[in-house]
């Protein structure tokens, strides 16, 4: 497939055929040949005819290219001074140099109907050396999607620097066009026919190309980073997030279907929604992308032809799996019924008893908790009621003890200052003696007692 497949070709306006009747510098209204303000953006498969009225490129984006006309590259070699008929010359090979590149038919009547145009604007040696580099261009333009993108980019800037060197050599009055004819042509190329490889890598795979990596891609084919690339972007990776669920989906639905009635209804169900989800991604985003909607209806179309071959693949698979018989599928169907309700009978039934013993379990606790609390308050009542009973026995004791009259110790004599020696202490007479020793020995007997 061509990288400018995305071109549709229209008749040129009849007021542009006068001006090519002739090779030559005819001139045209300062309004269509104005100097380019930006550079153009990359291709987003407009079908406009001409390149009078856009920034720089052919076909694709000659509605919306960012600015500028077709004389893209132009002030870069004309100066301010350049005199009108030179811009006109310059527009009128720059156009043919388009049509004869990316839009011809053949190599050999592009460049035919490039050669009066050449000659009439340069020296034989430049126009040489200018044919022979269309003619490369023409190749390149149209196998470069088979190439990596660094590979393209650094084959454009071969060819174009060689054309320069080649075109240097010569000193003629015409070495300002030639180099804005360069110019132009190399930002063509690279800003309007290789990024186009992008969309193209993605088709060529069958949208198979994960969806979180389309901006690597596009910085591959070196996109600007502008609102366009942002809806493209959008555009893209729904896109291929879609056609990725369509096989899933399918894949799913034919393995694990039960019968080919179900997997048909599912599969369905599934192309109506990639059919539902293009729809509604290009209303988003299309219009802002490719205002002449011909990116959206291109990639309606690829995607199409994707839902296409899956569906022949389903039906394949279909055909090729063995299908149990209906009554079959129907006797599996109760059989699988009565399992469940089975199986679901066990799972209850189960359930009870587990709840049950949780419930056994759970009263058995409390009643060991309850047992052990009142053996413990048993206990402690016990040890209550023996401490209150020694310290009866200990009141007792005391009692027995304060009523007890005291002892005498055996008579001894004292010392007692303020007595005289002769005299004695009036207690001093001991009780033992004489009459009274006999009842004060079984007092002490009876106070030892009472201690013990």
Known sequence: MPEHHFIKQQPHPPWEDSHRAMPGPPARPPSESP??????SPPSSSPSGRRGSNGGGAGPDASHGGGGSSTAGSDVALDAGATSRARAAFSVVYDETIDAVFKADSKAAGLAKLRPYLDANM???SADAFQECCGKLFVLSRVHTSMAP???FAKVQEITDALSRACSMASHAAAPLV?????????FVEQRILPNGALDHITKQGFRLPANEVGALLDRYRWPHDAKRTQVLHILRKTLEAVAELRTTSDAAVRGSESIEEARLILNHSHERLVRTMESVLDEHATRADPTLVLGQSLFVA?????????QENVHRLQSR???PLHSRVQTVFAEAEARAKAAVKAEAKAKAKVAEEVAMATAKAA????AATVAETAKEAAKEAAEEANRERLERYKVHEQVPPICPPCLPHSNPHLKPTQSHPH?????????GKGGGDESQALAQALA
């Open 123 to 125: 020296s034989k040696e």
């Open 368 to 371: 060991a908790e309850a047992e």
């Open 322 to 324: 063995s299908w149990p």
């Open 179 to 187: 180099a804005g004819l360069v110019t132009g042509l190399k930002r």
């Open 428 to 436: 001093s007479m001991c009780a033992g003696r004489g009459g009274g």
């Open 35 to 40: 100097p380019i303000s930006s550079p153009p």
């Open 303 to 311: 995607v199409s032809r994707v839902a296409q071959v899956q569906e």
């Open 150 to 152: 660094e590979v393209s």
